[in-house]
Nanobody
Framework: VQLVESGGGLVQPGGSLRLSCTASGLISSINTLGWYRQAPGKEREWVAHITSAWHGRTDYADSVKGRFTISGDNAENVVYLQMNSLKPEDTAVYYC???????????????????WGQGTQVTVSS
């Protein structure tokens, strides 16, 4: 599975950006598309996903809930992340993530296997 992201950039606090990720290859092997991010000096963290494992359910990290919206276009194998009310602490490299999701864990998600995009920079600054 290959993942190609687009849509990152520089935005002022309170602004919006929309990230896109196009998946290709053995799409039938995955049931979840989503996003992680990694800020400078911090570990990579999960942001959101949409999964057919639980009938198109979407999940969000508490830090982005109510501000970010994830959606997908099954026909085009594209997943979007609409980011509104952006804050400086949202500054990070955002990675598209594809996986075969098995179950939630206390500290995250259990994947049978997963794939990563190359990342796109999002900078929130005045």
């Amino acid at each position: 599975v290959q993942l190609v992201e687009s849509g990152g950039g520089l935005v002022q606090p309170g602004g919006s950006l929309r990230l896109s990720c196009t998946a290709s290859g053995l799409i039938s092997s995955i049931n979840t598309l989503g996003w992680y991010r990694q800020a400078p000096g911090k570990e990579r963290e999960w942001v959101a996903h949409i999964t057919s494992a639980w009938h198109g359910r979407t999940d969000y990290a508490d830090s982005v809930k109510g501000r970010f919206t994830i959606s997908g276009d099954n026909a085009e194998n594209v997943v979007y992340l609409q980011m509104n009310s952006l804050k400086p602490e949202d500054t990070a490299v955002y990675y598209c993530h594809a996986a075969r999701l098995l179950a939630p864990r206390a500290d995250g998600w259990d994947y049978e296997y997963d794939y990563w995009g190359q990342g796109t920079q999002v900078t929130v600054s005045s």
